[in-house]
């Protein structure tokens, strides 16, 4: 949607021109957005960006998949917010209703089944699914 792609640059998010945003995804904090070119955040997904959150060229983050980049200190008596960045890298998908935890970087070519809880890396050109999610298999693109 070009409107909501403008909105975003207009609070400071990086959206590729050809970056697809439907109407209905949620952006916390656009400013800690980066999506290039091809990249897709799909209808209903929650993007809770306290950290930065990288959509990569051809990467495609589907239906009512929340990305989490914030948790509190469960170990402090203070409970203090803490957040690190999520990536999801060129030519990944991520299916629908998938969680994504802070810090966690799916790997180029990866694919996440629908509602997988991920709160590791992702290896690129694998396929991991469950909760928590687990290798399932290696992505292999048939020509």
């Not at 990569?56 to 200190?73: K, P």
């Amino acid at each position: 949607m070009p409107w909501k792609r403008f909105l975003l640059r207009m609070f400071g998010a990086e959206v590729a021109s050809t970056a697809n945003v439907y109407a209905s995804a949620r952006i916390f904090m656009p400013w800690n957005l980066v999506m290039k070119d091809y990249a897709c955040l799909a209808s209903g997904v929650d993007c809770y960006n306290a950290a930065p959150v990288e959509i990569g060229i051809n990467a495609t983050v589907s239906q009512r998949t929340f990305l989490c980049t914030a948790s509190h200190d469960i170990s402090s008596v203070h409970h203090e917010q803490t957040d690190k960045p999520i990536v999801i890298a060129d030519r990944a998908w991520v299916a629908a209703e998938a969680f994504i935890g802070p810090g966690v970087t799916v790997g180029e070519g990866a694919v996440v089944g629908a509602r997988a809880v991920v709160f590791k890396d992702v290896e690129p050109w694998t396929v991991v699914g469950g909760n928590p999610a687990r290798f399932i298999k290696e992505r292999i693109i048939l020509k």
